[in-house]
């Protein structure tokens, strides 16, 4: 089983970068693809982007797309969401979650980081 744990929120303003990271705990991130998930105030929480267990393959929802960047470190005890030019409407908790090499659901879920966004 692996944990999952993010940092990297805080307040920053509209058009601003910001890096969140994602941490295993208990072990490494091989073989799990991991996504990120955000849910803003009184908003289900919804699907930012994933990205492959091996690196190879990213995705993204089309209004993050080009703005926002998943990747993984070497060891694969991290992954990072790099998110440019950020709006208000963008201010959530995200979250990252984990899912087994070929599984359809995201079974492992870290704590969440609050990003907010100011115009």
């Known amino acids: 089983q692996v944990q999952l744990v993010e940092s990297g929120g805080g307040l920053v303003q509209a058009g601003d970068s910001l890096i969140l990271s994602c941490a295993a705990s208990?072990?490494?991130?091989?073989?799990?693809?991991i996504g990120w998930f955000r849910q803003a105030p009184g908003k289900e929480r919804g699907f930012v982007g994933a990205?492959?267990?091996?690196?190879?393959?990213?995705w993204y929802v089309p209004s993050v797309k080009g703005r926002f960047t998943i990747f993984r470190d070497s060891a694969d005890k991290s992954v990072f969401l790099q998110m440019n030019s950020l709006t208000p409407e963008e201010t959530a908790v995200y979250y990252c979650?984990?899912?087994?090499?070929?599984?359809?659901?995201?079974?492992?879920w870290g704590q969440g980081t609050q990003v907010t966004v100011s115009s």
């Open positions: 979650a984990a899912r087994g090499a070929g599984q359809p659901t995201y079974a492992y």
């Open positions: 208990g072990r490494t991130f091989s073989n799990y693809d």
């Open positions: 990205i492959s267990w091996d690196g190879g393959s990213a």
